[in-house]
C-alpha cells in the first residue's frame, strides 16, 4: 500500500509527526532488501539530482547519502566546501541560490551552525534535507537508529532506552529523544552534569528521565546508546580529563551488565575507542553499531525518495 508523504523538506524530527515516523521507516524497510541484491540499482530516482553539501567532515553520513541516491539512480554530486567558491568568501545563501538554479530536485546539508538547513529551505526550490546542523538536529541518524531498535526489538514503544554521554553538543541525542518520546519509548538519559542540557527537563512528562549516574540510566535497559564526546564543539572543560571521562561514564561490561541480559549497544560513530566506550563492548556481539552503518544506506534511500515526491510504502 502506498500513501502520499506530505512534506517537502527533512530538517529535524521534532517537525514530524508519529505517523511520518512510522511513514519514513516503513519505507526505509522496503529498500532495504534492494541492498543484499548482486545488481543494487533500481530506476526509483531515474532523472534526479541530488547534492550533497557538506560543511562539516563526514564518512557515514555523506557516504550513505551518496550510495543512497545511486542505488536509487539518481545523478549524485558531491560539493567539496574546500574546493568551493565559499572560500573567496561567498555566502551560504549565495551558495545554494547558485546550486538551486542548477535545478537539483534535493541538497543534503551539514553545517557547524544550527539552523542553517532551515535557512536553506526558505530559499531553495530543491527539497533540503538536514544531516547534521550543529547540536541542533541530525533527523537521518535518529531514524536509522529506530530502524535499528526496530528490527532487533520489534518495536519502540515501551523500550527503555538509556543515552549516555556528551549530551550537551549532541544532535544525535536531540533528534533521537524527540523521535523515540514521540514513538513512545521509556528515554532516560545521563552523563557529566556540564554535559546535560536545561531544555531536556521539558521532555519529563514525554517520558524522559534524567538519571544523576550512568549506572541509573542503564540499570534494566533494553537499548543503550552511546554518545561521542564531541572535542570539536567543546569551548571550556566540561569535565577533568578523558582518563577520568572514561572511568565515569565510559561503557565497560561491567556497566553493561546492568542492563537487560539481551540489551543492544548503538553508537552514531565515530567512536573515541577507550573513553566513552571500551572497545571489549564496541566489538562484542550485542554491539550493533555497524548494523546501524547499514540500516543508514536504507533510510537515506527513503528520505530522498520521499522527499522527491515519492509516496511512503508500507
Ligand atoms: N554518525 C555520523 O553522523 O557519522 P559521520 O560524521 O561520519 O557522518
Redesign the pocket.
Known amino acids: 500500500m502506498t500513501k502520499p508523504f506530505r512534506r517537502r523538506d527533512l530538517l529535524g524530527i521534532r517537525d514530524l509527526t508519529p505517523e511520518e515516523i512510522r511513514g519514513i521507516l516503513d519505507t526505509a524497510e522496503n529498500f532495504r532488501e534492494i541492498n543484499s541484491r548482486e545488481i543494487k540499482k533500481v530506476p526509483a530516482l531515474r532523472g534526479k539530482t541530488v547534492i550533497n553539501l557538506f560543511f562539516e567532515?563526514?564518512?557515514?553520513?555523506?557516504t550513505s547519502f551518496e550510495i543512497a541516491a545511486k542505488r536509487l539512480s539518481a545523478d549524485a554530486v558531491n560539493i567539496s566546501v574546500s574546493a568551493s567558491s565559499v572560500t573567496k568568501g561567498e555566502t551560504l545563501v549565495d551558495t545554494a541560490l547558485n546550486l538551486d538554479a542548477m535545478d537539483p530536485d534535493c541538497i543534503v546539508v551539514r553545517h557547524s551552525s544550527a539552523g542553517v538547513p532551515h535557512q536553506l529551505a526558505k530559499v531553495s526550490r530543491a527539497a533540503i534535507v538536514n544531516a547534521?546542523d550543529g547540536a541542533n538536529e541530525?533527523p537521518t541518524?535518529a531514524l536509522l537508529d529506530a530502524m535499528t531498535i526496530r528490527e532487533h526489538k520489534k518495536k519502540i514503544r515501551g523500550q527503555e532506552v538509556a543515552i549516555v554521554g556528551d549530551i550537551l553538543h549532541s544532535r544525535?541525542a536531540r533528534s533521537n529523544v524527540h523521535l523515540l518520546t514521540k514513538m513512545g519509548a521509556k528515554v532516560r538519559v545521563a552523563g557529566p552534569g556540564t554535559l546535560v542540557p536545561e531544555e531536556f527537563k521539558h521532555f519529563v512528562d514525554d517520558g524522559l528521565t534524567i538519571c544523576p549516574h550512568v549506572e541509573d540510566a542503564i540499570e534494566g535497559a533494553d537499548v543503550v546508546m552511546i554518545l561521542r564526546i564531541q572535542r570539536e564543539r567543546q569551548d571550556s572543560a566540561y569535565f577533568p580529563t578523558l582518563r577520568e571521562y572514561a572511568i565515569h561514564y565510559g561503557l565497560t561490561n561491567e556497566r553493561l551488565d546492568l542492563a537487560k541480559k539481551d540489551a543492544i549497544v548503538l553508537h552514531?560513530?565515530?567512536m573515541n575507542r577507550g573513553i566513552e566506550i571500551a572497545s571489549e563492548v564496541a566489538d562484542s556481539s550485542r554491539s550493533l553499531i555497524l548494523d546501524q552503518v547499514k540500516y543508514g544506506v536504507a533510510v537515506r534511500m527513503a528520505v530522498l525518495y520521499l522527499a522527491t515526491g515519492g509516496n511512503v510504502v508500507n
Open positions: 567532515n563526514s564518512t557515514r553520513t555523506r547534521g541530525h541518524q544525535v552514531p560513530g565515530p
